[in-house]
């Protein structure tokens, strides 16, 4: 780890997270060698044990380093409460931005997080736990009506979000800014001419 | 299949397949034989031989009848086109509320169509595909925002209404009343006050 913070160290171990990420998201976590980690990033099994010392660690930060923001990301909702109501359409189509460009850069995690089961169930409602209580904050400044249960949408924005991300991101078909534009034209003000 | 019609052989005939519906649900189609069918149904193999002629056909019947109400209720978008405008939001909560009745009546076989994989991502495009092509009609009939993506919104009621019915509706903590009333809060007129 005493490389970590050199320039040329560091790309060789963003190279290193990179390529395992695909390999898991290929083959799978148990499948994966090593071997087929530096072989992807084009380093040395030397080189690999310079950074990580086994598969498990390495594993365990990307996982680490992915969640950490997703967390952030999945509670955005809190930056509206303090808004102005003029203010609010626009930090909810950043907000979706910004998760939508997380995904986008990382895509294998992605699809390796958003579709694991049964582990994604706990993950499923843990993150419509954290938009439902941005939910409430924000009904009480007034953003967000009254008339909604907070609970069921804040799980059909989790499972939007998730398949808006599987179905159009992960493929290539929209892009993040694409996906942020079309979906926060449903969420803010719904299907129906008022 | 002569007794089909008479009071008493089509309700041996719907135990047996509702007996049939949950064991396939509990224990998956494969590991379910016969004899587990009829222990479950209190009737006897030979009964069972007097309607289905195998397993194989019970169950392909079974997918028939819950396929054919599905596609149905999937089109139930086009009921909204000739409406007037006040009427709109009523009818798209009785559309939800007859998606969400049919799928409490027949938990099993939606908990088992719902998460299967990998055919789950064909039937999840195909009702996405209807559901689009009903929201067309009533863009084009003023019904529906003209700024919608509409194939954005498809995906995303698509993927709501499965993720409320498995997380609500089938686990028993919310009716299909509250769940039409909740899904349609949040699809008619978004989450931000106007």
């Known amino acids: 780890m005493t490389r ?11 190279r290193l997270m990179q390529a395992a990420a695909s390999e898991f998201a290929a083959n799978g976590y148990h499948r994966t060698k090593v071997s087929d980690i530096v ?7 030397a080189a690999f044990y310079l950074y990580f010392p086994s598969k498990e ?3 365990q930060e990307l996982m680490d380093v992915f969640f950490k923001k997703l967390w952030e990301l999945s509670d ?13 359409r626009g930090r909810m189509r950043e907000n979706l931005l910004d998760l939508f460009r997380f ?3 990382m895509p294998e995690l992605t699809a390796i997080v958003l ?14 736990q954290i938009v439902a209580a941005n939910l409430r904050s924000n009904q ?7 008339d909604l249960a907070v609970e069921v949408t804040a799980e059909s924005i989790v499972a939007m979000l998730y398949r808006l991300t599987l179905r159009f991101l992960l493929t ?3 892009t993040a800014e694409q996906l942020a534009d079309e979906a926060v034209a449903l969420l803010a003000f719904g299907m129906l001419q008022a």
Chains 1, 2 share one sequence.
């Open 172 to 174: 290539g078909e929209k």
């Open 39 to 45: 072989r992807r990033a084009g380093l040395t099994q």
């Open 57 to 59: 660690m390495l594993h």
């Open 76 to 88: 955005a909702g809190r930056k509206v409460t303090p808004l102005k109501g003029w203010e609010v």
């Open 140 to 146: 009480e400044a007034g953003h967000v009506r009254a």
């Open 115 to 128: 579709t694991q089961a049964p582990e994604g169930e706990d993950l499923h409602r843990k993150l419509a």
């Open 103 to 105: 995904f986008a850069e």
């Open 4 to 14: 970590k913070k050199s320039g040329k160290g560091e790309m060789s171990r963003s």
